[in-house]
């Protein structure tokens, strides 16, 4: 979490944004990232990110609750409290189905959504800077960090040649803090509680 | 595959051709929002009000009086407390089959009604779960069915028992629902949060959407969690009805002891949720003018799911009746054709409104020109949700109202004023729901319709020729993890 300072392009067309994240990238800018109002496909590609991981989690979170249900009442029936049901066994697999299936589904779920909460650090009262109000509507927004190597004017100049309809500097606090966002934005740096 | 290369040959676009840019779709379906509610919302909404009012009475009498206050006697044990329930879940099956089956299977169209589904899906599982709740009688001691170490001897419950695995099905089916939802509207109400001028908006809409940027790692998550939790609902939709229809299967009553019990619950259960998201929806799209999302096309589609599930229904009801004749047990025979089948008996008329609201009626939608009419569909959704209400009465009243023992029957089945201010109190909490969802969030998906705009709507198709011709993937695939 630090301050840094960012040149801001919006663009309002996908059709202009792919050529230029390729642009940029290829100049050799850093891209902090790229708003933009619904998924795009191919647009991580572009970037270079990586493609996410969340899968496995869910997997491994599905068979945590796959084991705790078969263990749990294997545990149960058979060693807590051995119940008679009419002469049934102890260890009755087939009636146990449908918990156990419903538990793999249930920590699966549950999991994999508190997962996608921590890694893109979401939460309530969670505030962020956003650089462009309207990357939740219809703009796209790619933000280029400035660097030691990169100067303000020369990013904007080459935005401007790429087909950015909007340019700006913002300075920005680049993590989150404990926020709401009917107040304020608190002075760079002091970035504490509400 | 090119990044706009799908597009239907088959099918015409999913927006009208008024809708024409990214903007026009935020603004259309934010509007009812940020105005302030209409004349007939308030009506609407007062009117589910008073109704919820009446079931708290009713239950608040129950609750004191006891179960009693109920009509059940000492054969029908189950009546219109367990009808209402399973007729509640049912409903809320078509949200997760819009939501999450035709996700998988990438059908377009459920972009434009996704949204309210899952959100009725979610209301109507609130309403079932609450008949087996204060039908338990002594409900401050509901908590026992859960299983934890106890200080009763840590006595468990019955994991064997389908009574058990419906509690575990039914709270699976709501927290998934409710978690694929939300998922769902966090990137929504960023959109109204980043509009918002009033204090409280900002206030209540930062709250509620989590701080969301649109950041495009964020949405690389956000598709793999929704796809994953789409895989999740799916064999979960399938097995909740499953498991419901297990209550009755698994025990040795007549007319309940059916192998096809499981199949035949799941698609009764589609039928009639369908109904239920086209009352709402044909309401919805004419009140928020919302005609450009949710079109002719979805409607007609829903329709045709409709006529499919009401045919599958129907198929199972003569399966039924064919195998309790030719099964040649007399008990299954005489449930069959006396309590049900034979119009004379004292309940057998609503066997005939069951198969006349699910079978016969629904038939209609053959007809491409009666699929397309807005008054027609809105009265057979009705007409299917009556039907498929009595379906579960037949099912459960008239397999146990008259048993092994005739001295036994005098006693006819009839609701009190509790029973049926109960369950018109649920209608008061799924309408209360539905009415403030409609008002304070987005009842269509914003994101996931500006997502399927340039594929398939009328303005740009006309303007994709020269875009197609750079291919964005080979650009993707040529930058891929070149750092």
Redo the contacts between chains.
């Keep these: 979490m630090s301050v840094k300072k960012f040149v801001v392009g919006i663009f309002t067309d ?2 202009v944004l ?2 230029a994240v ?1 642009k940029v ?1 290829s100049a050799g800018y850093k891209i902090h ?20 991981s ?2 496995t989690a ?1 997997f491994i979170y ?1 068979i945590t609750g796959t084991t705790t249900a078969l263990s ?2 294997g545990w ?2 058979n060693s ?2 051995p ?1 008679n ?1 009419g002469g ?1 066994s102890h260890f ?1 697999l087939p ?2 189905i ?2 156990t ?3 793999t ?2 920590f ?3 999991g ?2 508190l997962t ?2 921590y ?10 800077h ?1 650089f462009n ?6 703009q796209f ?1 790619m933000v280029i960090e400035c660097t030691e190597k990169s100067n303000e004017s020369e990013i904007s100049a080459f935005l401007a040649s790429v087909g950015a309809v909007g340019i700006n500097t913002q300075i920005a606090e680049t993590g ?1 803090w404990l926020g ?3 107040s304020e934005l608190p002075p760079l740096g002091q970035k504490g509680l509400i | 595959m090119s990044l706009y290369a799908y597009e239907s040959q088959v099918r015409p676009a999913l927006t009208t051709e008024e809708v024409k840019d990214y903007h026009q779709i935020t603004e259309d379906i934010v509007r009812p929002i940020e105005a302030s509610p209409s004349r007939l919302w308030w009506i609407g909404f007062l009117v589910s009000v008073a109704c919820l009012t009446l079931g708290v009475v009713s239950v608040y009498t129950q609750v004191v009086y006891g179960v009693g206050q109920w009509n059940l006697n000492r054969t029908v044990g189950w009546g219109w407390d367990i009808t209402n329930f399973v007729w509640w879940v049912g409903i809320g099956h078509a949200g997760t089959l819009i939501s999450a089956i035709l996700l998988l299977f990438r059908q377009g169209w459920r972009t434009g009604v996704n949204r309210a589904a899952e959100a009725m899906t979610i209301f109507a599982v609130m309403c079932a779960g609450q008949f087996p709740i204060w039908h338990m009688g002594r409900v401050w001691m509901a908590f026992f069915v859960m299983p934890y170490p106890n200080t009763r001897g840590a006595l468990w419950p019955n994991f064997n028992s389908p009574l058990l695995w419906d509690v575990f099905a039914i709270s699976t089916y709501f927290t998934v629902s409710l978690l694929f939802w939300y998922s769902g509207l966090i990137p929504d109400l960023a959109t109204v949060r980043d509009r918002a001028k009033l204090k409280w908006r900002k206030l209540m809409y930062g709250v509620l959407s989590f701080g969301w940027s649109g950041s495009t790692k964020h949405w690389q998550r956000h598709e793999a969690l929704s796809l994953v939790l789409a895989g999740l609902s799916t064999p979960l939709v399938l097995s909740v009805h499953t498991i419901v229809s297990f209550d009755f299967a698994t025990s040795v009553i007549p007319g309940w002891h059916t192998t096809i019990f499981p199949p035949y619950f799941v698609a009764g259960a589609i039928f009639s949720g369908f109904a239920m998201v086209q009352t709402l929806l044909l309401v919805t799209r004419k009140v928020l003018k919302l005609e450009d999302y949710i079109t002719m096309e979805h409607i007609e589609v829903m329709n045709k799911v409709i006529v499919l599930t009401g045919s599958i229904v129907g198929v199972a009801y003569l399966t039924e009746l064919f195998i309790a004749w030719y099964g040649q047990n007399k008990f299954e025979n005489w449930a069959f054709f006396q309590n049900r089948a034979n119009i004379f008996s004292p309940l057998g008329w609503s066997y005939y409104i069951m198969m006349g609201c699910n079978v016969l009626s629904p038939q209609i939608f053959w007809f491409r020109k009666m699929r397309r009419n807005l008054t027609v569909t809105f009265f057979m959704s009705i007409i299917v949700n009556i039907g498929m209400w009595f379906e579960r009465f037949v099912i459960i009243v008239t397999s146990i109202y008259r048993d092994y023992i005739p001295s036994s029957w005098s006693t006819y089945y009839r609701p009190t004023i509790w029973e049926v201010g109960f369950y018109i109190g649920t209608f008061g909490l799924f309408f209360t729901c539905y009415f403030l969802f409609s008002k304070f969030f987005p009842v269509i998906a914003i994101h996931e319709i500006r997502h399927i705009l340039k594929k398939s709507g009328e303005v740009y198709k006309e303007k994709m020729g020269d875009a197609e011709k750079e291919s964005v993937d080979e650009f993707a695939h040529e930058y891929a993890h070149a750092h």
């Design positions: 996908e059709q792919f050529p390729k990238r990232d790229v708003y933009t109002p619904m998924p795009i496909h191919g647009l991580d590609d572009a970037l270079g990110l990586r493609q996410t969340l899968h869910g599905g749990g009442i149960i029936f807590d409290w119940q049901f049934k009755d009636a146990w449908p918990i299936f419903e538990l589904v249930l699966s779920a549950v994999m959504v996608f909460c890694l893109c650090q979401i939460a309530p009262f969670v505030r962020k956003h109000l309207r990357a939740t509507d219809d927004t989150w709401r966002y009917d």
